[in-house]
């Protein structure tokens, strides 16, 4: 059964930092993009970050450009969330998910395996 399970969420003060991992069973994803996505309450799924299948290319929304790094360990098949200068707007549920080819998108329609989410929650 393949898993995508994502730890690292909770509640933190504006400008403070999280780390989100994303622990993949079941599969390797290896040869998959793997990405962010959030979504806040009353609001639709977006799109945080997306990296590529070997990690020497990423993307980022421009809300968290120059903000959150992503990175994957694929020994470990482990994603990465690093978030820095965190800000109320951040607050939302983080979803990881497996891309279908190498190379990543920001759509959602790209990604077929997704995690059960994350809460970040950051404070004024």
């Known amino acids: 059964q393949v898993q995508l399970v994502e730890s690292g969420g909770g509640l933190v003060q504006a400008g403070g930092s999280l780390r989100l991992s994303c622990a993949a069973s079941g599969r390797t994803f290896s040869f998959n993009a793997m990405g962010w996505f959030r979504q806040a309450p009353g609001k639709e799924r977006e799109f945080v970050s997306v990296i590529t299948w070997d990690g020497t290319s990423t993307d980022y929304a421009d809300s968290v450009w120059g903000r959150f790094t992503i990175s994957r360990d694929n020994a470990k098949n482990t994603l990465y969330l690093q978030m820095n200068s965190l800000k109320p707007e951040d607050t939302a549920v983080y979803y990881c998910?497996?891309?279908?080819?190498?190379?990543?998108?920001?759509?959602?329609?790209?990604?077929?395996?997704w995690g059960q989410g994350t809460q970040v929650t950051v404070s004024s």
């Open positions: 998910a497996a891309g279908r080819t190498r190379w990543g998108s920001s759509r959602l329609s790209a990604f077929d395996y």
